[in-house]
């Protein structure tokens, strides 16, 4: 909601110690972002203190799909799609996302205790699947 890199952003209540703990835990944090203003993105990350929270910042000035974003994560990172779990407040996002085999997760008013909870239930339930999956393969 902010307009110039001179306005000073904030974080939902819960965000900074979600994202304190997961880095904390040794977890990969990374942003995929469409922000038509690059540079008061990056100042926003900077203002609030976790620009280095994250090993991937994929913040696209165009209107790209976050297909986009997650291609170029998985290439800087190695990490898998079905490895990865994702929070938006866009349904269009959630959907495409899932597609590639990323756990995904709605969210209305930003990642918050309930949200995460949530992410990582899913997150463990289709992890639990896609191992029960291929040992079916193996034991073919």
Known sequence: DCLTKYDMPSLFPHAKGILCA??????????????PTLDVAESFLEKLGIKSMF?????????????????????????PYNEMLFFDDEDRNIVTVSKMGVTSILVDNGVNLVALRRGLSEYSQNRSSSERNKQRWFNF
Do not use: Y
């Open 22 to 35: 997961l880095k904390d835990k040794g977890v990969d944090i990374a942003i995929a972002s469409r922000s």
């Open 55 to 79: 090993v991937a910042q994929e913040i696209f000035a165009s209107w790209t799909h976050k297909t986009d974003h997650f291609q170029k994560i998985n290439n800087t990172t190695g990490v």
